[in-house]
């Protein structure tokens, strides 16, 4: 197997990451420096996680699990 660059392993995560709370847009992926990455979500307003609610560290978890 191929090691796999951070910006292919990032794009992994934003490919498969989903708000289980509002079905969020497909996340942003930009590059703000080399090889440092900003992961925007668009969750809807209103969302749980957006206002701190609830944790997205299950939806995270679950995206990382699936880009592996
Ligand atoms: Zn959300």
Redesign the pocket.
């Known amino acids: 197997m191929t090691p796999r660059t951070p910006r292919e392993i990032i794009a992994g995560l934003a490919d498969t990451y989903h708000?289980g709370?509002?079905?969020?847009d497909p996340p942003e992926l930009r590059e703000i420096a080399p090889e440092i990455f900003v992961l925007q979500?668009g969750?809807?307003d209103g969302?749980?996680?957006?206002v701190g609610a609830v944790s997205?560290r299950a939806d995270l978890l679950r995206a990382i699990d699936r880009a592996s």
């Open positions: 708000c709370d509002c079905r969020s979500i969750h809807a969302c749980p996680v957006l997205d």
